[in-house]
């Protein structure tokens, strides 16, 4: 495995806007980030901080220059071999066509049998489902379910359990935390829903107005071990409040 990290941003600012920097403030402002690979990063922030973009251009989705971002030591954007290397998962998956999920499947060839099955046990999937048919929550784990078949290095999560129940969403991170002890795969998994991430987390980033304010390994930080000293249930949805409150 190489040495590089999974995530490099130095001091980038960026703007959906072509407008003077004077009349349209940049979205992401002088933020740097570096994930080491192989780890479940936690990525929190109020809304409008900048998560889902953040996410974008690591997974290539804007124009940005080539030594900005890098994602797997390669430009995150100009690397056509990030393709294959890279999953990004959320927004919304508008695939509403009256066809039956065991089509689409048959239609992906080279997928693994055997992960497929897992995946299909893990989210609850029925092969027979119309997604013409199904409810919001039923057409996310589909997507999840297309996403996940092939493995990548690199996981990129936006707020991807928000329609699962429970038991899904507590087998789907099972299985994400295997394929980090296992196959030494990265997530960044931004996300609001806190609940059940302390024991499952392994760093946590801070995005506020832009900017990441802290990039940590969990049990390094001062304020969780001090929430966790006190017995206080939940600390890491505590902490991420106090910080929320204090922005």
């Given amino acids: 495995m190489s040495d590089r990290p999974a995530i490099d941003v130095r001091d980038l600012d960026f703007s959906y806007s072509t407008e003077p920097p004077s009349r349209q403030p940049p979205v992401l402002r002088r933020l740097s980030l570096v994930v080491p690979r192989g780890v479940r990063c936690l990525l929190v922030g109020a809304n409008g901080a900048g998560k889902t973009t953040l996410l974008s251009l690591l997974a290539g989705k804007h124009m940005i220059d080539d030594d900005a971002v890098l994602v797997l030591g390669c430009p995150a954007f100009s690397d056509t071999s990030l393709v294959d290397r890279v999953a990004f998962l959320g927004g919304r998956f508008p695939f509403d066509v009256d066809i039956g999920v065991d089509e689409i499947l048959a239609r992906r060839t080279s997928a693994d049998p055997a992960r497929l099955g897992q995946l299909i046990a893990v989210l609850g999937v029925q092969p027979r489902w119309r997604m013409s048919r199904v409810s919001d929550g039923q057409r996310r784990r589909v997507q999840i379910l297309l996403s996940l078949l092939q493995p990548s ?95």
């Fill in 153 to 247: 290095e690199l996981l990129l999560l936006d707020e991807v359990t928000t329609d699962l129940d429970v038991i899904a969403r507590a087998d789907l991170l099972a299985f994400l935390r295997r394929e980090t002890e296992e196959r030494g795969a990265t997530i960044l998994y931004a996300t609001h829903i806190l609940d059940g991430l302390d024991a499952w987390a392994t760093h946590l980033a801070f995005l506020d107005q832009g900017a990441i304010r802290l990039m940590s390994r969990l049990d390094a930080i001062v304020e969780y071990l001090d929430l966790q000293r006190r017995g206080a249930s939940s600390p890491l949805l505590r902490l991420v409040e106090e910080w929320l409150r204090r922005a």
